[in-house]
């Protein structure tokens, strides 16, 4: 278990000096590389538990380490940010609810008038359940859903041109240009991708009194 003090170094992690080297040319694991540029070992934080990252942090020693932030603005870990992975018994979960009929209003609504339907997947191709979908003209929300059990959604929207993001806690934002014909649904997939990494040299924050 971590420690209220390695906690807030995690919550407070910030570089000090940042890295441009190429992280695929390192040798090492996905935990920690070596650098060869700077002779120092990397090590991704977000590629750990928050408790393993805490123990790292707790020495106070200035590391080189790599990291991104989620939404929210923390420091990801890997038992941070929760996983929209549908699993086999997941889904069999959701056709035993009943999911499955639910379904058919959801496409029925594609098949019969203008609008937009998709599915949002992860970087692992798996669906994201949950995923908050804007379809936006400008700054202004024109409609505003969720994606359903199996990762899919619709939005009615009238002919014209749109901005359709998708965004779930742990990965950026993305954005879409969709054009919405009449009668003629648009279908689109929507793969999130994973926040950017930071990687330099560690500003430990001091150690509280």
């Known amino acids: 278990m971590s420690s209220p003090a390695s906690t807030t170094a995690l ?49 106070g020693n200035p590391i080189c380490v790599r990291f991104y932030r989620d939404a929210d603005g923390n420091v990801a870990t890997t038992d941070s940010v929760p996983a929209p992975v549908l699993d086999r018994r997941t889904f069999l979960t959701v056709i035993a609810a009943g999911a499955a009929a639910m379904m058919v209003p959801i496409f029925g609504l594609a098949q019969g008038g203008s609008g937009v339907s998709g ?60 054009s919405v014909k009449d009668k003629e649904p648009q279908r689109v997939r929507v793969e999130l991708k994973n926040f950017q990494r930071t990687m330099g040299i560690v500003a430990m924050p001091r150690k509280e009194q």
């Open 11 to 59: 919550r407070n992690l910030r570089i000090l000096t940042p890295c441009q080297a190429d992280w695929n040319e390192m040798t090492g694991d996905e935990r920690e590389k070596f650098c060869s540029h700077c002779q120092k070992t990397v090590h991704d934080v977000s590629a750990m538990t928050k408790a393993q990252a805490s123990a790292l942090l707790a020495a």
């Open 119 to 178: 599915t949002v997947v992860n970087p692992a191709k798996a669906k994201v359940i949950g995923a908050r979908i804007q379809l936006k003209i400008g700054e202004r929300i024109v409609a505003e859903t969720k994606s359903d059990a199996l990762g899919n959604f619709h939005l009615d929207a009238k002919p014209g041109e749109y901005q359709l993001t998708a965004d779930f806690p742990g990965f950026m934002l993305e954005t879409l240009n969709v």
